[in-house]
């Protein structure tokens, strides 16, 4: 990868997508653009009407490319939910080079040996991410090159997910111009974010708080161990205020972002707001505290459903704690709250780099360095090319690309060099 380049990541989210551009100057990430728009055509963090979507993700592209005046190609794409499995997986493979030094090319063929299972037809290889890797029966090596030895094996997990749902993902991100550089499992991505090495080797919790569901992922021996989603997020919290201040949606989640607090004993009662009235054409006014009676019960119930899902993963102790993201975690209270109910060491992850100081950005910000990671340890090209004019993107109506997506493509060539040499 060149000293100076730029990586896209989009995460596509139920209230917002997002589009942020990465650049690597001197091993350092810089952000240097951002762009958001409203989110429809998801629901519960899943898509539900392509070209919705895919109108959505246009508007968050031309934002972050007016931005920085680049023309966007290819994007790395976060996946989350229930479709998701995580499988146990080894690979084995003789080192090819004649002075038996392990290369890039060795550890590529032991990763893609490790993919050899059968698996249903419904479901697609998303990532493999390595725990470890054996060197001639030498463990816990986190990184081989360079190193001799005859036999290299390596113990990791494969990612995999629905097809559907991958493909309907790909399709839209293609349908609005641009190519999938890569998909990562948005917890992973997350995690480089917000949690650090020490946490995930001593156990800890990670609760991605969106506007349509709560991812939960549990981390332990540096390694993540499970995923789950809950089906419940921000959504119901101004559902609750739009039926208990009698008002419209939209104003129920102005006034949450606004004057919401999470916590009653913090809400202040000179703190004063006007809502309209459904059906009455009145405003009636109310305080934070009314509002906190509202928020604190339904977000109470959120982390005990969270507590409950980590107890049913088999999780009945928590060493690290847990580490709380996503938008709803910048309303105030949240983390006083989160403490009393899950009696735990808690906090929250908040990406620390100028433009994105925000808990909403943290999956988005994970993605990019996660994909710059990965870019570094195989050393791929950077995945945005700078233009004097934006590229025109295809309509709606236009039929989407034939040609298939990049992290296929690669996939595809990595099993036929597999095959050739053990066939």
């Known amino acids: 990868m060149n000293s100076n380049g730029y990586v896209v990541s989009l995460d596509i989210g ?29 629901k519960k963090g899943s898509i539900v009407d392509i070209d919705l979507t895919v109108q959505s993700i246009r508007r968050a592209v031309d934002n972050a490319e007016r931005m920085v005046g680049l023309s966007i190609q290819d994007v790395f794409v976060g996946i989350a939910g229930n479709h998701i499995q995580l499988l146990p997986s080894k690979g084995v493979v003789a080192v090819s080079s004649p002075d038996r030094e392990i290369g890039e090319e060795d550890i ?51 990612i995999t997910g629905s097809k559907t749902a991958i493909h309907n993902l790909v399709r839209c991100v293609e ?50 161990i499970n995923t789950t989603v809950i089906p419940v997020g921000g959504e119901y919290i101004t559902n609750d205020i739009a039926i208990g201040l009698k008002t419209q949606s939209d104003v129920a989640e102005q006034i949450k972002v606004k004057h919401g607090c999470a916590l009653i004993d913090e809400a202040l009662e000179e703190e004063t707001f006007s809502v309209p009235r459904i059906g009455s054409g009145t405003f009636k006014e109310f305080n934070q505290v009314d509002l906190a009676h509202i928020i604190e019960p339904r977000l109470a119930e959120m982390f005990e459903l969270v507590q409950k899902e980590v107890k049913r993963m088999g999780y009945s102790e928590v060493p690290g704690g847990y580490v709380l993201t996503g938008g709803v975690t910048a309303m105030p209270g949240v983390l006083e709250l989160a403490k009393d109910v899950f009696q735990n060491a808690v906090r929250i992850a ?12 943290t999956a988005a910000v994970g993605i990019i360095k996660y994909a710059f990671q990965n870019m570094r340890q195989s050393e791929k090209e ?3 090319a700078s233009a004097a004019k934006p590229k025109q993107r295809p309509t709606s109506q236009e039929s989407q690309p034939t040609t298939r997506p990049a992290y296929k493509q690669s996939v595809k060539e990595k099993f036929k060099s597999w095959f050739k040499e053990f066939i």
């Not at 997508?17 to 091993?27: D, F, H, M, Q, T």
């Not at 249903?120 to 054996?134: A, G, L, N, S, T």
């Open 14 to 42: 139920t209230s917002l997508v997002r589009v942020i551009i990465g650049e690597l100057a001197n091993n350092t990430i810089n952000i240097v653009g951002v762009g958001t728009s409203p989110s429809e055509g998801i």
């Open 175 to 224: 349908r609005a111009g641009l190519s999938v550089a890569g998909i990562f499992l948005q917890p992973l991505a997350t995690s480089t974010i917000a949690l650090s090495k020490d946490e995930k080797a001593l156990g800890i919790v990670l609760v991605d708080i969106g506007a349509g569901q709560m991812t939960v992922s549990v981390f332990e021996q540096g390694t993540l």
């Open 350 to 361: 908040v990406p620390d780099y100028i433009g994105v100081r925000e808990p909403h950005y």
């Open 382 to 384: 950077v995945a945005v």
């Open 108 to 158: 590529n063929r032991v990763i893609d040996a490790s993919k050899v299972m059968a698996l249903p037809p419904e479901r697609e290889i998303i990532d493999v991410v390595p725990k470890q890797f054996i060197v001639d029966g030498l463990e816990e090596i986190t990184d081989p090159r360079g190193m001799i030895g005859v036999r290299l094996e390596m113990e990791g997990t494969i």
